[in-house]
């Protein structure tokens, strides 16, 4: 494994030009150029940072190190079996987030763990996670992150669902005795806002690729882990109460390093036979586009 200098590839790029549509967006290339970088604030344990950046054992409160601000190479695209590789170090809190704003679209990446944890979840889950429908100002929630709705990627818990800095949805939900946290139910009655525990929990073993997808069409989302439908998204709305339909994504660092490749979204026109299927089989309601009547 090799870190890859920013430098410019032809081959790989003509490689990435010849199997892929015109219309899907294909995330990473050698810059990381459809991205921006947005780091928090770093544990007070952290080294090797600039002369008077700011750092404390609460990470969530305090003066964020800011944009393109990754001095430490928390994002750092690598070359791994001849494929680019997204490798997220996690030792400071940040956001890699698109520049460009997304609608009605899949997006599928694959997803592993590595080794290393850091203050403040060293002792803690391996944790990271996939932001969608972000907008707003960078920082909104922990200083940190934008507005979103989350698919959660955390040991035993990938595709959880988590609104931050104020959005909602509606999710079918039933709450197990001894379980603190409501977990996500396709056939209950009962619907809430909040964080929700996704089900089934199909993870691969530790080290192992994992395959998201997440689909979005209008308010509506559905996360899907290793083929397996996960969490249902109904009536996404933003912090003033509007139906969120669209925005950017955000990759998180978390203190935990891990790794993402093959990230692409791709525009739909309708939801996926295999989303249609589920939803019926659980009597959803067909959801329509958010720009109809």
């Keep these: 494994m090799k870190t890859l ?24 290339d050698t810059t990381l150029s459809n991205f921006e970088i947005w780091m928090g604030i770093p544990h007070a344990s952290t080294e090797g940072l600039p002369p008077g950046t700011f750092q404390s054992t609460n990470v969530t409160q305090g003066i964020p190190m800011g944009l393109n601000a990754d001095v430490k190479n928390v994002f750092q695209l690598i070359e791994e079996n001849d494929e680019l590789v ?26 592993r763990w590595g080794e290393k944890k850091w203050p403040p979840r060293r002792y803690a889950l391996r944790d990271s996670g996939l932001l969608y429908h972000c907008h707003g100002p960078h920082g909104a929630f922990w200083n940190v992150w934008k507005a979103s709705l989350e698919f959660q990627v955390q040991e035993t818990d990938l595709g959880d669902f988590i609104p931050l800095a104020g959005t909602k949805a509606s999710i079918r939900h039933t709450h197990l005795e001894g379980i603190k946290r409501a977990r996500f139910d396709p056939d209950s009655t009962q619907r809430t806002n909040g964080y ?3 089900w089934p929990e199909p993870d691969a073993p530790h080290g192992k690729w994992n395959q998201l997808d997440l689909y979005t069409w209008g308010d509506f989302s559905a996360h899907i882990v290793n083929g397996e439908v996960v969490m249902v998204v109904e009536k996404a709305k933003n912090k003033a109460g509007a139906p969120l339909t669209s925005g950017q994504i955000q990759l998180q660092s978390e203190a935990a ?7 692409e979204i791709n525009p739909i ?20 586009e958010s720009n109809e009547p």
């Design 5 to 28: 200098p920013l430098s410019f590839y032809p081959s790989l790029l003509l490689l990435f030009a010849l199997i892929h549509t015109a219309t899907a967006d294909r995330l990473l």
């Design 86 to 111: 997204l490798h997220i170090s996690g030792e400071i809190y940040g956001g890699l987030t698109t520049i460009k704003s997304y609608q009605n679209y899949h997006l599928t990446l694959q997803f």
């Design 196 to 198: 929700i525990s996704a």
């Design 257 to 263: 390093e891990c790794y993402y490749k093959n990230i």
């Design 269 to 288: 026109t309708q939801l996926p036979d295999s989303v249609l299927t589920f939803l019926k089989k659980h009597n959803y309601t067909i959801p329509r």
